[in-house]
């Protein structure tokens, strides 16, 4: 069965803390990983990665994807509290376009 | 068990028909959502329902209705298609809507209007 895990599912960090935030993934036909941010209403798109090794990056957050082991980090660097929120990630499967989700992390920056 | 399940997986069609798209969702959710992802992967807000009672309408023709018909099922009725109408739409559900509650979303409905 395809599955998307996050880890950890929840973490509090204080601001200026780095944090990596996990996403492990087993589905039969990887077409790309995509990262969002929800707080607030609609979740805002991160990333999207297709191809291992190639870093993305905006600004103090980045990810990267490693098709091998089957697994993405999203990195905050000098968090800030605008940075709390759920980061969901969700795999692309091939054979007919649809998401399969993670259950989210919820991160909490503390002044 | 899927946890949000959305019926169907695809959908092909003429444009000026009239469609549906079944969401339910087994959380026991209050709050239910409904998202059109456009080409950039970007997820825009259509609906939102807290126990079958709209609370969110953004901007989105009238030809879309939102229909839900029990606080487990948001429906999303689309009159007169457009091709303009393709896309990916999602279908979420959170426990209570509030700001900092985790929504957990179907796999989406690929709808393409020729």
């Known amino acids: 069965e395809d599955k998307v895990v996050q880890s950890p599912l929840s973490l509090v960090v204080h601001e200026g803390d780095t944090v990596t935030l996990n996403c492990s993934y087993e589905?039969?036909?990887?077409?790309?990983l995509l990262w969002y941010k929800q707080e607030k209403k609609a979740p805002t798109f991160l990333f999207m990665l297709?191809?291992s090794g190639i870093e993305k990056k905006s600004g103090r957050l980045s990810s990267i994807l490693d098709k091998k082991e089957l697994f993405s980090i999203l990195n905050i660097t000098a968090t800030q509290t605008g940075d709390s929120a759920v980061y969901l990630c969700?795999?692309?499967?091939?054979?007919?376009?649809?998401?399969?989700w993670g259950a989210g992390t919820k991160l909490i920056i503390k002044p | 068990d899927t946890a949000v399940s959305q019926t169907p997986k695809y959908l092909v069609t003429q444009m000026g028909n009239d469609k549906s798209i079944k969401c339910e969702q087994n959380?026991?959710?209050?709050?239910m959502y409904w998202y059109k992802q456009d080409s950039k992967k970007f997820l825009k807000i259509m609906f939102s329902?807290?126990?079958?009672?709209?609370?969110i309408n953004e901007t989105v023709p009238n030809r879309f209705s939102p229909k839900s018909p029990d606080k487990a099922h948001l429906n999303l009725h689309i009159n007169s298609l457009e091709l303009g109408d393709s896309a990916v739409y999602f279908c979420?559900?959170?426990?209570?809507?509030?700001?900092?509650?985790?929504?957990?979303f179907g796999p989406g409905t690929r709808l393409t209007v020729l």
């Open positions: 969700a795999v692309d499967e091939d054979s007919n376009y649809q998401l399969i």
């Open positions: 979420a559900s959170s426990l209570s809507g509030g700001v900092t509650d985790t929504q957990y």
């Open positions: 297709t191809s």
């Open positions: 589905v039969t036909n990887f077409r790309s």
């Open positions: 959380l026991g959710h209050d709050t």
């Open positions: 329902y807290n126990n079958k009672e709209l609370i």
